[in-house]
DNA sequence: ATCAATTATATTGATATCAACGTTTCAGAT
DNA sequence: ATCTGAAACGTTGATATCAATATAATTGAT
């Protein structure tokens, strides 16, 4: 009847500009078509370079610690990594010592594809960070990395757990005195 | 030979925390799951949402104009609008003016889905601002959106013309000048 | 030793994202 | 009138993303 249903622009102008969850899909989106154009004489797409990235380290990670390091779904990790195996850049072992864990670790093709990212990553970041010079960008890293990890806190229950409650060192310690990647 | 081809794992911590791609998708992923999840009764996804509001005005856009506004690939965009389309929450019609472009409205179903998924949003996002407070949520959005206009006017070069160079009227002013949809 | 709960991952089905290529329509020049 | 270029959109193929569900291996309690 009376129920005419419409919602006032006036509603739709507050979403579009306030919405963080839209603002962050549109700079994602800008940011990850930016790398991966550059990423493209390589052939590799942006997640692919973080994701073998996120590799280069002292001992192989498994899947598990790889996912929550991207904050990324495991599933789609398992789906991300079918073309890096298959052409021959990431290596799966299953652990010897608990046979559900699988290690992945870059292949000396994969170590070398990495190598000739990493300049074109310093450079085209480079770029991007002297854009944003009026916009602290270090504030944005830092607003970006605690709602990433306070989001997934109190998703992530999904493995319960005490998860959330380490408010500070989202990516804390770069200065490796922890060394390994990923948090705590 | 000597191509010991490796990378120092000091550049691999460094890409960790640095990079701003990196962060935004993993801030856009986390936060996509947040609205995924409490649309989710509704049926809606977060892209869905937005894609959804963006329709909600005084005259239908045309595909071209919301996939600019979402920083969206047109081809994207096509795809986002089938299962809302076999759903009968939007209405494509044919611009009798120019049979090229294709104006996209909201059914009535698609208006009611809105209206009901509206205080949703407020309540949602409210929470995650106020989660927010330390981090000065204003400026992570100005942040977010000039990253978006302004590597999007880099690349966007696709239709070349003159492209960037204009910050506003994304969407030139269809009557309320700056009200329309669009940056500010 | 056995069984239940947990952990780590895979599979399926759906949507999201984009580049490359192709089609239709329009506008302007010959 | 025809031709050319541009504008708007679609299709295809590939990767990305996630929920729901399923499987295998481990751990812990009995």
Not at 50 to 76: C, D, F, K, W, Y
Not at 107 to 125: D, F, I, N, R
């Amino acid at each position: 009847m009376s129920s005419k249903t419409s919602l006032p622009f006036q509603m739709t102008l507050q979403v579009k500009d306030a919405c963080l969850c839209l603002h962050a899909q549109r700079a994602a989106r800008a940011l990850a078509r930016c790398f991966d154009e550059v990423f493209r004489p390589l052939g590799l797409t942006n997640g692919q370079f973080s994701l073998m990235m996120s590799l280069n380290r002292p001992s192989p990670p498994i899947m598990g610690q790889v996912a929550e390091l991207l904050s990324m779904n495991r599933t789609t990790l398992t789906a991300a990594l079918k073309p890096l195996i298959k052409r021959g850049l990431v290596i799966v072992q299953i652990d010897s010592e608990d046979r559900r864990k699988q290690r992945l670790a870059l292949s000396s093709a994969g170590m070398s594809l990495l190598v000739e990212a990493y300049p074109v990553w310093v450079k085209t970041h480079g770029e991007i960070e002297a854009l944003l010079r009026d916009h602290d960008p270090d504030a944005l890293r830092r607003a970006l990395a605690f709602l990433s990890f306070r989001l997934d806190s109190m998703i992530l229950s999904e493995s319960s757990s005490v998860a959330a409650s380490q408010p500070e060192g989202t990516l804390g310690a770069s200065t490796h005195e922890s060394s390994d990647l990923g948090r705590a």
